[in-house]
């Protein structure tokens, strides 16, 4: 898991609250990544970072902010969860000037 | 958009049978086509990856199999076991000055009967 953990692993909310999932990583990679999964869309970028501070958007980044004020942390913030946001979430690292992505074991988030 | 269609979505595979799992891409700007493989409740793992400058990568059981003129490239695997029953994503990637982004297919759910 190349030193990935997510926190917290589950959790419930309701709708119209903020929620902050945390990806934290122990391998000092530069590129860190959030997808969400869902049945039928594979794994979908929403946000990533390429270094502290620098962060950009993916493919399904409405809803969704993000934060990396240290290397090793990059948190998904939800600011105002809906039930469309119910999926699984994953983080992922790279390290400098390298393809492969190597992932975290996941949040499930569940908003009622 | 879907940039990245993966084939079929699930898949039933006798032991000791050959199973193949198929993608197809738009961008011919993608330089780098991994495939991940996910057990329930963990995150996707790597499995093996190719270039578009190779027409076969061959890791063990698994091997992936590259047209870069049609736009295609699939995973077999053969002797199939029940222990590669597994979800399996194949992707794709272009490097730029942000890092890696990799499009993922929608996943095909393997089972491999003993």
């Known amino acids: 898991d190349a030193g990935i953990t997510q926190s917290p692993r589950h959790k419930v909310t309701e709708t119209g609250t903020p929620v902050t999932l945390r990806c934290h990583q122990t391998?000092?990679?530069?590129?860190m990544y959030w997808y969400r999964q869902d049945p039928g869309h594979g794994l979908r970028l929403i946000h990533y970072?390429?270094?502290?501070?620098?962060?950009d958007k993916g493919e399904v980044s409405d809803g969704y902010s993000v934060s990396r004020s240290k290397t090793e942390d990059f948190l998904l913030t939800l600011e105002s969860a809906t039930s469309s946001q119910t999926s699984v979430y994953f983080c992922?690292?790279?390290?400098?000037?390298?393809?492969?992505?190597?992932f975290g074991p996941g949040t499930r988030l569940t908003v009622t | 958009q879907q940039q990245v269609k993966q084939s079929p979505q699930s898949l039933i595979v006798q032991k000791g049978g050959i199973s193949i799992i198929n993608c197809a891409y738009e961008?011919?700007?993608?330089?780098?086509f991994p495939w991940y493989q996910q057990f329930p409740g963990k995150g996707p793992a790597l499995l093996i990856a190719?270039?578009?400058?190779?027409s076969e990568k061959k890791e063990g059981r698994f091997t992936i199999s590259f047209n870069k003129s049609a736009k295609q490239f699939s995973l077999h695997i053969m002797d199939s076991q029940p222990g590669d029953s597994a979800t399996y994503f194949c992707?794709?990637?272009?490097?730029?000055?942000?890092?890696?982004?990799?499009?993922f297919g929608e996943g095909t759910q393997l089972t491999v009967n003993p």
């Open positions: 992922a690292t790279t390290p400098g000037q390298a393809y492969e992505q190597y």
């Open positions: 391998e000092n990679h530069r590129y």
């Open positions: 970072s390429y270094g502290v501070k620098d962060t």
């Open positions: 961008n011919t700007a993608f330089d780098y």
């Open positions: 190719i270039r578009p400058d190779v």
């Open positions: 992707a794709a990637s272009m490097y730029g000055t942000s890092g890696s982004r990799l499009t």
